[in-house]
């Protein structure tokens, strides 16, 4: 167990909709980061967080946005869905904000599925 | 082309076997070198971490950096069914020390018969 958790696990929903998927990070990491893996292109770093401020960006898409809270949990807000954006979404963190060896700790993800 | 190539498998070996997991990449300025372990509905996990060329070992795993010719690979000694997997390979440039600018393979299923 990583430490780090994620709800919902499954989720299905139809085109056009939004979604909120949330993470809790380990207890004392300061970073969230978000991912998005899917089949053909694998784990695609979307968003950094650290301590209530946004740190990095990676490829997310405009109808995507996220933030943290001040007890440090973060959502992933998903709009105006679309079928491409079924995915397996994960949440990691970080004591720092910068993680140069690559330690990070992932949640066990939230599966997206667009109809 | 991508910038991390990695084979995507399967590959299933026998239980004690060998096992060879490799990544070609195309940014000959990549130093910092990563191998994930990923279990099935489970969150990725760091595994093993390199820095520029040569190997390094951790008990039956040993991480190897070939700069020259842009290869990376990961050998399993002695593969248990334990070790089935998705193994993802993730690098990164120097002087960006943030999470952020590592870049991930798709990552090769591995699958360990007793």
């Known amino acids: 167990d990583s430490g780090v958790t994620q709800t919902p696990k499954h989720l299905i929903t139809a085109t056009g909709q939004r979604v909120t998927l949330r993470c809790s990070p380990r207890?004392?990491?300061?970073?969230v980061y978000w991912y998005q893996q899917s089949l053909d292109q694998g784990l695609q770093f979307l968003i950094q967080?650290?301590?209530?401020?946004?740190?990095a960006k990676g490829n997310i898409l405009e109808r995507f946005s996220a933030q943290q809270f001040p007890d440090l949990h973060s959502e992933l807000n998903l709009s105006s869905l679309e079928l491409g954006d079924s995915a397996l979404y994960f949440c990691?963190?970080?004591?720092?904000?910068?993680?140069?060896?690559?330690?990070?700790?992932f949640g066990e993800g939230s599966r997206l599925t667009v109809l | 082309q991508k910038e991390v190539e990695q084979d995507p498998g399967p590959l299933s070996v026998p239980e004690g076997a060998i096992v060879s997991l490799n990544c070609t990449y195309s940014?000959?300025?990549?130093?910092?070198f990563m191998w994930y372990r990923q279990y099935s509905r489970k969150g990725p996990e760091l595994l093993m971490y390199?820095?520029?060329?040569g190997n390094k070992e951790d008990g039956r795993f040993t991480a190897q950096v070939d700069k020259s010719s842009k290869y990376i690979s990961l050998f399993i000694r002695d593969s248990q069914p334990s070790d089935s997997a998705t193994y993802l390979c993730?690098?990164?440039?120097?002087?960006?020390?943030?999470?952020?600018?590592?870049?991930f393979g798709s990552g090769t299923r591995l699958s360990i018969r007793p």
């Open positions: 967080y650290y301590n209530g401020e946004e740190r």
């Open positions: 940014n000959s300025a990549f130093q910092y």
């Open positions: 390199t820095y520029s060329s």
């Open positions: 207890s004392g990491d300061l970073s």
């Open positions: 993730a690098m990164r440039l120097p002087g960006y020390s943030s999470a952020s600018k590592i870049i």
């Open positions: 990691a963190s970080s004591v720092a904000g910068e993680v140069g060896t690559g330690e990070l700790f």
